[in-house]
């Protein structure tokens, strides 16, 4: 069994977060990554471990999915040897708590990537109350391993400052990396290149193409009413919602109540399809509620602007991903559950082409420049590289 001189422990994965970690190995050393969502690995450096995949089906899949990949985890982090960085990603939210143990029973040095924020997002979808005795003891072990861990890092500024008040400690150190798309796989396409769109989208049509998971924290129901609305007029609109999750027979049958003759509901397409699907909207609607925003930033806004969509955040105006939009200019910004606000957004990117274009145009220039996995890989090397020291580390 190779040695190995840091390991990364993440449930489920993109393609692009392998591939950060094998082209990372070439600077910092044989890397072991345990997942449950392993993809095609080409990097002689990186060994990936493949766990328990995540479930996201129902509330108690979830659990159970999380639950099995935390013991497959820690089983396989007592055999270990030696002293390697172990960064835990909040995938399973809880995966912190198995750095935090390592940290104090064998003296590790520890790294923690927030992606979401936990328990707040349990407590702010209603699956429990703040005062929960769980809730209480989850936050407090939280605060512990923020506080040992060698470097934390999350993926906005309203996420930093969320996790330094979870932690209690306005000084807590916190490095805001944000997150990346390939922009090498993901570009702009023209309609007669792309083969999902001819497939499913309208010649002659706008498309508002949300795509990803369908859950309580993303609020929908506002999109189906502003396409209501839109339905009715004369404006050459489409919606499509590629994705599943939680929400998701809830949301098919809203839309079908409302009868919605402009959109079309697709399950989750191959990875190998979605630089296709991805680059069919002109408009990508990224929404979160607005009372867990300050929570995440929606991984898909930058995969969206790498393939050149114009971004409808449907999310609260102090939100990362709100901020984002206005300052790069590649978007707007509405409330998620304003649906003459969103329909009126649609409307004026249709009366508007040459703003429209200009969006798109801003959205893949933002995504090379600042959010491509060149960009990101520097950062995160610097980071990493006065961490990891590369001994003999065995997983025996």
């Known amino acids: 069994m190779r040695h190995h001189a840091w390991i990364v422990i993440n449930q489920s994965q993109s393609p692009s977060f392998q591939r950060l970690l094998g082209k990372l190995t070439e600077s910092l050393g044989p890397c072991l990554l345990i997942t449950g969502m392993p993809h095609p690995n080409s990097s002689p450096l990186l ?17 159970r999915s999380w639950s099995s ?20 990603v909040t995938n399973p939210p809880m995966l912190p708590h198995l750095g935090l143990s390592l940290s104090k029973l064998r003296g590790w040095s520890t790294g923690i990537l927030v992606w979401d924020l936990y328990p707040e997002h349990i407590v702010q979808q209603g699956w429990m109350a703040k005062s929960n005795p769980l809730v209480r003891c989850w936050s407090a072990v939280n605060r512990q391993a923020y506080r040992r861990s060698s470097a934390t890092i999350t993926i906005g500024e309203g996420m930093a400052r969320a996790i330094r008040v979870q932690a209690k400690d306005p000084s ?7 997150n990346w798309a390939n922009t090498k796989d993901l570009r702009p396409l023209a309609r007669s290149e792309n083969d999902f769109a001819k ?33 009715t007029e004369r404006a050459a609109i489409e919606f499509l919602i590629v994705g599943s999750g939680l929400q998701a027979e809830a949301l098919a049958a809203e839309a079908k109540q409302l009868e919605l003759a402009n959109l079309k509901m697709l399950p989750y397409q191959p990875w190998k399809t979605l630089p296709l699907s991805l680059a069919s909207g002109d408009i990508a609607v990224v929404s979160q509620a607005s009372s867990t925003s300050h ?69 893949r220039e933002v995504a090379e420049r600042f959010y491509s996995e060149e960009v990101v890989e520097k950062r995160f090397l610097e980071l990493l590289a006065p961490l990891v020291t590369q001994e003999d580390n065995d997983l025996q």
Do not use: W
């Not at 060994?47 to 659990?63: C, F, H, N, Q, V």
């Open 172 to 178: 807590l150190p916190i490095s805001v990396i944000p």
């Open 69 to 88: 990949f935390m013991l497959f985890a820690t089983r396989k982090m007592v055999e270990v040897r030696g002293r390697p960085l172990v960064f835990t």
């Open 199 to 231: 497939k499913h989208c309208s010649p002659g049509s706008l498309t508002v193409l949300y795509s990803g998971n369908i859950g309580a924290s993303h609020s929908l129901n506002g999109l189906l009413q502003a396409a209501k609305q839109l339905s």
């Open 47 to 63: 060994t990936i471990m493949e766990g328990p995949s995540y479930d996201r089906r129902s509330k108690s899949a979830r659990l």
């Open 295 to 363: 929570l995440s930033v929606p991984s898909k806004t930058y995969s969206a602007m790498a393939v050149g969509s114009a971004i409808l955040a449907l999310s609260s105006p102090d939100s990362d991903l709100a901020r984002m939009v206005r300052e790069h200019r590649v978007g707007l910004v509405c409330d998620p559950d304003n649906s003459q606000a969103i329909a009126e957004a649609l409307r004026e990117l249709t009366r508007d082409s040459d703003r429209l274009l200009a969006m798109k145009r801003r959205s």
